[in-house]
């Protein structure tokens, strides 16, 4: 039983990682093709699709040690661990392009609007993942303890 217990958690795991890797490549793939798409090319490489799947991965897996997904945190612990899950994103993603080549040749106005954009998905997602989501949680957290409450009264 606890073999499948652990094997549930890091299947569990994986999904949200994977999840969030998709999100990350999706929205470096759409970046980079528009990007190069003003440039005048009309294609993207296929080792650079690969090489941002991996940086996503790895930016995504990192989020999930940062960031646990089965966690709730608030105040200064939460401001550090999004302090330090920016840093990671902004090394992972402006980093990674700039050491593969990405962006290369790219205008200065191009970078400052990539890295805008770049601050403005984290911010959604960081929205996301630690404001949305986990105050619906608590929500339904709280109408489950209301419900069983209710339950033992009746009961």
């Not at 190069?36 to 090489?51: A, D, S, T, Y």
């Not at 940086?55 to 040690?65: D, G």
């Not at 902004?90 to 593969?100: C, D, M, P, S, V």
């Amino acid at each position: 039983m606890m073999f499948q217990d652990e094997f549930v958690r890091f299947y569990g795991w994986g999904i949200i990682v994977k999840y969030h890797m998709a999100l990350y490549t999706v929205g470096l793939v759409s970046a980079a093709g528009a990007v190069r798409w003003l440039m005048g090319h009309r294609e993207l490489p296929i080792p650079m699709l690969v090489e941002m799947l991996l940086v996503s991965a790895a930016v995504a897996a990192l989020e999930s040690w940062i960031l646990p997904f089965d966690r709730e945190w608030e105040g200064g612990t939460l401001l550090w661990r999004t302090v330090l899950w920016t840093l990671v994103c902004n090394l992972g993603f402006a980093g990674g392009g700039a050491l593969l080549g990405w962006f290369s040749g790219m205008p200065l106005w191009g970078s400052v609007l990539l890295i805008l954009f770049l601050e403005l998905c984290l911010a959604a997602v960081w929205f996301a993942d630690c404001v949305a989501l986990r105050r619906e949680s608590r929500k339904l957290n709280r109408g489950l303890r209301k419900f069983q409450q209710g339950d033992r009264q009746t009961g």
